[in-house]
């Protein structure tokens, strides 16, 4: 006669229920690896060093015609502060960002070309017919457009007076003659640059 096996009676007792798990649940327990956590990649703050390749990268696109402030909105670049600090530190980065405002003047130039070649937007007024019997231009439109060319001008005039600027100021007199200087646009950088800086020390 057989003997049962005692340790199947400790495993199964009176009033326990044996549910077998599926072969999918278990397929999934034996495949199922722990999942890799993602790394974050840690977050840097803005460049505070001064480097030549971001110093390039600035004169670069202010060349091109974009401001400082969009420039500094991107991601790996220095804020404006740091950036003054730098010109007011590096005489080379100031010739450089200087050369590069002047180049500007240019971009500006070629801007107002650009928008004065522009077709207006104009409204065609026509009889019952349908025939086109007057065309107006949206005085919007024409108002808007100057506003755009008269802001580049006055700018590329302040950036290279002596290409683009209509007057030269006088200065002195010196043996009876008057001395005629041109307020450059490194000049006039450099003033609103230590300005600012100055501000920013004391606190106003």
Same mark, same amino acid.
């Given at each position: ?6 340790? *199947? ?7 326990? =229920?044996?549910?077998?798990? %599926?072969?999918? @649940?278990?397929?999934?327990?034996? =495949? ?20 030549? *390749? ?12 974009? %401001?400082?402030?969009?420039?500094? !909105?991107?991601?790996?670049?220095? +804020? ?16 450089q960002y200087a050369r590069a405002r002047e180049e500007q003047a240019d971009t500006l ?8 070649? @522009?077709?207006?937007?104009? +409204?065609?007024?026509? +009889?019952?017919? #349908?025939?086109?019997?007057?065309? !107006?231009? +949206? ?8 506003q755009r060319i008269d802001t580049r001008k006055w700018v590329a005039m302040k950036l !290279?007076?002596?290409?683009? #600027? ?13 001395? !005629?200087?041109?307020? =450059? ?11 600012? @800086? ?7």
């Open positions: 006669m057989a003997t049962k096996n005692p340790k *199947h009676k400790a495993k199964i007792q009176e009033g326990d =229920t044996f549910q077998p798990e %599926s072969f999918t @649940e278990s397929f999934e327990k034996l =495949t199922d690896s722990p999942k890799k956590e993602e790394k974050q990649k840690p977050k840097t703050g803005r460049p505070t060093i001064f480097t030549q *390749h971001i110093a390039n990268v600035i004169c670069m696109r202010i060349a091109e015609g974009e %401001s400082l402030r969009e420039i500094v !909105k991107t991601e790996g670049m220095p +804020d404006r502060t740091t950036v003054y600090d730098w010109l007011l530190r590096d005489e080379a980065f100031a010739n130039a070629d801007e107002i070309l650009a928008i004065a070649d @522009e077709n207006p937007e104009v +409204d065609y007024i026509r +009889d019952k017919h #349908g025939n086109v019997v007057d065309i !107006k231009i +949206d005085s919007g439109y024409v108002s808007y457009q100057k !290279k007076p002596k290409k683009y #600027g209509d007057r030269m100021a006088v200065e002195g007199v010196e043996g009876g003659a008057a001395i !005629k200087t041109e307020e =450059t646009g490194h000049n006039m950088l450099f003033d609103l640059i230590r300005n600012m @800086e100055m501000t920013k020390r004391t606190g106003g």
